[in-house]
C-alpha cells in the first residue's frame, strides 16, 4: 500500500491560498445533524430519563428498562480496576499522579490588596460545584480522556464529578472505568451522545444537573455542547486530532513517520502535515511511510486521513517553517531539531508544543502530565489547554472604608448623572462623608 500525501513547496505559486484550503474543517455540522440533535436535546429536557433511556436504546443498541441501569456504581468501578492487568493500573495511576502534579501548578488562588483610604478590593477564586466529564466511547474507548478532564477538576477542587461514557451494545470498557475509580469520579453514567449532554444540562430524575459540560466527543456531541451553553458552560469545541512536525531533516524519518501517524490513526478527518527545509528528508520521511503504512493495524484510518488531509511542505529554511506554524496554530507542534529551545521563542500560536527529537507527541497524549484536551482546527490563536482554570470561576470583592466610599462616590456621582440614573448618584452621594459644619 503506498501513500498518495500532497506535497508543496512555499516558492510555489498560490501556496498559501492552497494551505489555507488544506486547513479549512467546517466543524459547524450540517442541517440534519442539527436537526436530529435539536429534537434529542428537546426531548430529553422535556421528559426527561425516559427520553434518555429510549435514545439510548436506539443509537447505543441497547435493552435499559430502567434508569437504575444506567448508573455505575464505585464498588463496580472498583471491581472493573480488578479486571485490568497490574502493569496498566500501575501505568493509569503513574499517568494520573503526572498529570494532577502538572495541573497543580496551574492554581490560582483569590488575591487581594488594601488602598490607603482601607478600601479592599481583590479576587476570589471558586471551584464549580458540579460538572460533566463526557468521555468518548462511540468507536474507541479513552481511559487516557478520563484522566485528562478529570484530574483538573479534581485539582480545582470541584465539589461533584460526573462522568458519562456510552456503551455501544452494552459492553463496558474495564480500563475507562478502572481510570475513573482512580481519578475519583463520584458518579459515571452509561450514557453518550447528544442526549448525554442534554441530560447533564438540565438534568432528569436520575441524572443530576451540572454547571459545567467538558470533555471531546463526535459531531453529536460537538453539536449539542454548542446548543447547551448558555444553560451550562463548556470548555470548547474539539475538532479532529492534527498534529504539525517542523524537522531540520536530522531527525530518525522513521521515528518523523510514526509521529505522523500517531494522530492520522485517530480519525479518517485527522491531520498530519510534516514541514522541513530538507527536500531529501521529506522524501526519506515519505519512504518510512510507506514502509511501515504495512505494519500498522489502524492502517486504512492512516492512509485516509493523510490522502484526504495530510501535507509534506518544503520550505526556504527554519524562520519560514515558524512562519507557516504560527499560520496553522496546529493542535500539537512537534519541533524535531537540535535547537528548539531558540526556534520555541518564534511560535505564537500552538496548542502544546514538543520540544526536540526525543517528544512525541504521544507522551503528551498519556503521561508527561499537560492536558490532551487542546484547542483544534487553529483556535489555538485564542484558546488554551484545557486547566484548572476551566474548573474554577472568579468573583470579584470590593470592601470600601468610609473614606474610600467617599472619595469613590465623588468620581462615581458625574458619572452616573451623565447616564441620567439619578439612583445610582443618590446611593453614591449617600456615602460622601460630611464634614463637621456638615459640608
Ligand atoms: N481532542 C481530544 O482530546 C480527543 C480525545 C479522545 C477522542 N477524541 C475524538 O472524539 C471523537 C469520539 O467519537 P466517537 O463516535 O468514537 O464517540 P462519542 O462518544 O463521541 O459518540 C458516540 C455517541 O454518538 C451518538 N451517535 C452516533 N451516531 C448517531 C446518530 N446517527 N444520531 C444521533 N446520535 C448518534 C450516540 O449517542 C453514541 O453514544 C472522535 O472524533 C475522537 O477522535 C478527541
Ligand atoms: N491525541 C488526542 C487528542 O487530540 C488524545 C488521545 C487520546 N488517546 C490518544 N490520544
Ligand atoms: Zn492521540
Known sequence: MSLNIREFSSRAEGFRSELESLLAWDSVSDNGVQQAVANIVEQVRLKGDSALIEFTNQFDRRQVASSSELEITREELALAKGRVSIELVASLEAAAKRVHNYHERQIQPSWQYQEDSGTVLGQKITPLDRVGVYVPGGKAAYPSSVLMNVMPAKVAGVGEIIMVVPTPDGIVNDIVLAAAYIAGVDRVFTIGGAQAVAALAYGTKSVP????????????????KKMVFGVVGIDMIAGPSEILVVCDGKTDPDWIAMDLFSQAEHDEDAQSILISPDLAF???????????????????????????????????????AMDIANVVAAEHLELSMDDPE???????????????????????????????????SGTARFSSPLGVYDFQKRSSLIYCSPEGASELAKIASPLARGESLEAHALSAEYRILKGVNGE
Open 282 to 320: 521529506l522524501k526519506a520521511v515519505k519512504a518510512s511511510m510507506n514502509k511501515l503504512l504495512e505494519t500498522q493495524s489502524r492502517k486504512d484510518i492512516i492512509k485516509a486521513s493523510l490522502e484526504g488531509r495530510g501535507a509534506f511542505i518544503h520550505v526556504e529554511n527554519m524562520d519560514e
Open 342 to 376: 531558540k526556534w520555541v521563542e518564534k511560535i505564537r500560536h500552538a496548542g502544546a508544543i514538543f520540544m526536540g527529537r526525543h517528544t512525541p507527541e504521544a507522551l503528551g497524549d498519556y503521561c508527561a502530565g499537560p492536558n490532551h484536551v487542546l484547542p483544534t
Open 209 to 224: 444537573k451540572v454547571d459545567k459540560i467538558v470533555g471531546p466527543g463526535n459531531i453529536y456531541v460537538a453539536t449539542a
